[in-house]
Protein backbone atom coordinates (compact mmCIF):
# COMPACT_ATOMS: atom_id res chain seq x y z
CA UNK A 1 0.00 0.00 0.00
CA UNK A 2 2.72 2.16 -0.12
CA UNK A 3 1.84 5.76 -0.91
CA UNK A 4 -2.10 5.01 -1.03
CA UNK A 5 -4.75 5.30 1.61
CA UNK A 6 -5.48 2.13 3.52
CA UNK A 7 -9.00 1.11 2.74
CA UNK A 8 -9.56 -0.29 6.06
CA UNK A 9 -7.30 -0.74 9.33
CA UNK A 10 -7.02 -4.13 10.83
CA UNK A 11 -5.10 -5.80 13.68
CA UNK A 12 -2.26 -8.36 12.62
CA UNK A 13 -0.20 -10.50 14.89
CA UNK A 14 3.02 -9.31 12.40
CA UNK A 15 3.90 -7.20 9.61
CA UNK A 16 6.18 -8.73 7.12
CA UNK A 17 6.67 -5.63 4.39
CA UNK A 18 8.71 -6.77 1.07
CA UNK A 19 11.96 -5.13 0.02
CA UNK A 20 11.97 -1.31 0.60
CA UNK A 21 8.40 -1.65 1.25
CA UNK A 22 6.80 1.29 3.68
CA UNK A 23 3.99 0.44 5.97
CA UNK A 24 1.94 2.63 7.84
CA UNK A 25 1.42 1.53 11.03
CA UNK A 26 0.97 1.62 15.11
CA UNK A 27 2.33 -1.18 17.28
CA UNK A 28 0.75 -2.04 20.11
CA UNK A 29 3.92 -3.51 22.64
CA UNK A 30 1.57 -4.77 25.43
CA UNK A 31 3.88 -7.84 26.69
CA UNK A 32 6.48 -6.31 28.94
CA UNK A 33 9.69 -7.24 28.60
CA UNK A 34 13.05 -6.98 26.68
CA UNK A 35 12.36 -8.18 22.97
CA UNK A 36 14.14 -8.45 19.48
CA UNK A 37 11.88 -7.01 16.40
CA UNK A 38 13.22 -7.62 13.18
CA UNK A 39 13.64 -10.01 10.14
CA UNK A 40 11.47 -13.24 10.38
CA UNK A 41 14.49 -15.88 9.25
CA UNK A 42 17.18 -16.47 11.93
CA UNK A 43 20.14 -16.41 9.70
CA UNK A 44 19.00 -12.69 8.84
CA UNK A 45 18.18 -11.38 12.37
CA UNK A 46 21.66 -13.24 13.57
CA UNK A 47 23.58 -10.97 10.84
CA UNK A 48 21.63 -7.74 11.97
CA UNK A 49 18.40 -7.33 10.54
CA UNK A 50 16.59 -6.44 14.08
CA UNK A 51 16.57 -3.86 17.17
CA UNK A 52 16.34 -5.06 20.68
CA UNK A 53 13.08 -2.75 22.24
CA UNK A 54 13.22 -2.57 25.72
CA UNK A 55 10.08 -1.79 28.18
CA UNK A 56 11.34 1.12 31.27
CA UNK A 57 12.87 -1.04 34.36
CA UNK A 58 12.76 -4.59 32.37
CA UNK A 59 16.30 -6.70 32.48
CA UNK A 60 17.80 -9.50 31.20
CA UNK A 61 18.67 -10.77 27.72
CA UNK A 62 16.37 -9.99 24.92
CA UNK A 63 14.03 -12.64 23.60
CA UNK A 64 12.55 -12.96 20.53
CA UNK A 65 9.12 -14.37 20.35
CA UNK A 66 7.78 -15.63 17.13
CA UNK A 67 4.64 -14.78 15.34
CA UNK A 68 1.79 -17.03 15.18
CA UNK A 69 0.95 -17.59 11.78
CA UNK A 70 -1.81 -15.66 10.12
CA UNK A 71 -3.55 -16.31 7.13
Request: proline content about 13%.
Amino acid sequence: MDGNPIPKPVSVPGLWPGTAARVPAIVEMSHPGIRIMGDTADDDRQHGMGTVVEYARREGKPQRVAAKPFH
